[in-house]
């Protein structure tokens, strides 16, 4: 089998893996699910969560990825030659698409709202002019689709300079960078006199808050927030070099995705007690409460430009990554050229992206049990391809995947001591799979 070409350092491969998990749901979900189920309590189940069923789940991807150095279908087809497991593989491309549809949707949304930041348009607004100025937007099908479409534009110019200078270098230069604003907005939201109510409603351990609801949230955003369950990571650790710590690089895209999470709590909160604005999540959180806060700071203009310009650096190395993955099956599977798998790629997510961005207005009224387009396939993707996605690689690993290959991925061939191996092996084979379908239940409404 020909080789492809991987990443060039340990550091692009990490901030890469780093920016496939790290995205809006760490800025505009995280937090406020924290505040409102116990703060400091909520955070200590997310934390085991992430090691009972985070860690483990993208060592699997990684070790499914890593041992083929192939795509999904490639990958399943080597592991276990004569099974039709490969099949799987149709369900992740499909829910990859779908995430980027509508996802490149709120994306548009943040180039906006950079925009209009750069133009100084953000400021000396009341509170229902901000929500007319979104409700304005998404109501306009011309601007909506047209920065979705520039939005896709640029995914894509990434992936056409391919895995090193494309994704790799791009990853390297904006996971740094959203880091440093992030702790720049954190000094100063420390710096502010609020600071200290924003800080207990995100900390402070409250264990009477946390119902066995907030304990379900909390294993559910630990899971969506890690990207897991539709082969980015599988297709990113298929380009990973063969002396990588797989069990080392888990734990950092882990550790990184939760420490942006909290930070960013840490950035938003304490602002918004400072102000005496309401906590919520969500679009409402970025697009209509954060730009009023930003007007009545100090540099008010700046703050706002880094903000947008931060959640941009978050939403791109998202869907690179979520397009990486029917781009490599249709270059592997299909023998297509990188230029042309870009091409189908973007045609069919301009396509499903479009759709979505007409449905909050062209199309509003198509309802799907109660659900516009945008809507149905943000819950599609939430609730049902990432929770199968991820049960399915839990149980393939735990259950059925030959446990000498994953000896020697967790161990380099020997070279490493496998100490992780029979703590993952339980938790793949007992933990995620019981944990995913309580979450799958309860998402679904069905508990």
């Given amino acids: 089998m020909t080789r492809r070409v991987g990443f060039a350092t340990r550091l692009g491969a990490i901030a890469a893996a780093v920016g496939s998990a790290v995205g809006l749901g760490n800025i505009w979900r995280f937090p406020y699910e924290a505040g409102v189920n116990g703060g400091g309590a909520f955070i200590l189940v997310y934390i085991g969560c992430i090691l009972v069923m985070g860690i483990p789940v993208i060592l699997s991807e990684f070790i499914i990825g890593r041992s083929t150095h192939s795509n999904m279908k490639a990958a399943l087809r080597q592991l276990s030659p004569g099974k039709k497991y490969y099949l799987f593989t149709y369900i992740c491309i499909l829910g990859s698409f779908i995430v980027i549809g509508f996802y490149s949707v709120v994306c548009g949304w943040i180039i906006e709202y950079l925009y209009q930041a750069a133009l100084g348009q953000l400021s000396g607004h009341s509170p229902q002019e901000y929500n007319e100025m979104f409700t304005s937007l998404v109501a306009n099908p ?200 870009i091409g189908w790629v973007a045609l069919i997510t301009l396509v499903l992206a479009t759709v979505a961005a007409l449905s909050f207005n062209v199309l509003d009224d198509i309802k799907l049990w109660g659900k516009n387009i945008f809507d149905m396939m943000d819950y599609a993707a939430s609730n049902i391809f990432m929770l199968l996605g991820g049960l399915f690689t839990a149980v393939y690993v735990g259950w059925i995947l030959d446990r000498k290959i994953v000896h020697d991925q967790l161990t380099n061939g020997g070279r490493l001591k496998g100490m992780m191996e029979p703590y993952l092996i339980f938790c793949l084979r007992y933990v995620a799979p019981v944990s995913i379908i309580f979450i799958f239940l309860y998402l679904t409404g069905i508990i």
Avoid at 264 to 290: K, N, Q
Avoid at 292 to 305: D, H, S
Avoid at 333 to 339: A, F, G, I, Y
């Fill in 142 to 341: 011309w601007r909506c689709v047209g920065w979705t479409v520039l939005f896709l534009v640029l995914n894509f110019m990434v992936m056409s300079r391919g895995i090193e200078k494309g994704i790799e270098r791009v990853s390297r230069t904006m996971m740094p960078l959203l880091f440093v604003i992030l702790i720049i907005f954190c000094i100063n939201s420390l710096l502010m006199p609020g600071a200290s109510k924003g800080l207990k409603f995100l900390f402070y351990p409250d264990f009477s808050a946390l119902t066995m609801r907030g304990v379900l949230d909390a294993f559910g955003q630990a899971f969506l927030s890690l990207s897991i369950g539709i082969s980015c990571l599988v297709t990113y650790s298929s380009y990973f070099k063969d002396d990588t710590s797989l069990t080392k690089d888990a734990v950092i895209v882990a550790v990184l995705d939760t420490l942006v999470a909290i930070l960013s709590g840490v950035m938003i909160f304490p602002a918004v007690f400072s102000f005496g604005v309401e906590p919520t999540a969500g679009p409402r959180l970025i697009f209509e409460v954060l730009p009023g806060i930003f007007q009545q700071m100090t540099g008010g203009y700046v703050w706002a430009l880094l903000f947008f310009l931060l959640v941009f650096f978050a939403s791109l190395t998202s869907t690179i990554s979520l397009s990486e993955i029917p781009i490599t099956f249709l270059m592997e599977e299909r023998k297509l050229s990188r230029p042309h798998a």
